[in-house]
């Protein structure tokens, strides 16, 4: 679902996801106790042998965050205006589209993936 709501950013879902904190629960399947994980600022558990649980709405905001994000991405730059300023700064960036879309799709990722560590 992530990676149809934002085509250009095809990372895997264990990919996207942060080290988080929050008081350690249960998997519901095995009862091993499962790891905090975030993705988007929305707090979720993982369990490595049953995979990502989302508690109530957790889900809808997830998918609702990446929709809004890959919206940004590709829509920041429109004219805001008719004016002849507008025209041209709309034709200018026409011609560098593909990569300012690819340094917004970078910068995306580097603040949505996780940090490496040594």
Known sequence: MMN???PDDQRP???RLMPATATPRSC????TEMKAVS????????CGE???WFDGEELA???HLNGHLYAERQFSDRAQSN???GIL??????LFKSGVEKRRLEKHIEATSPKKTD
């Open 13 to 15: 879902l264990d990919r």
């Open 39 to 46: 993705i988007y600022g929305v707090t979720l558990d993982h």
């Open 50 to 52: 049953h995979g990502i």
């Open 83 to 85: 004016s002849l300023g």
């Open 28 to 31: 519901p399947r095995c009862t």
């Open 89 to 94: 700064g709309s034709a200018i960036r026409g």
């Open 4 to 6: 149809e709501l934002s």
């Open 61 to 63: 905001k997830v998918l």
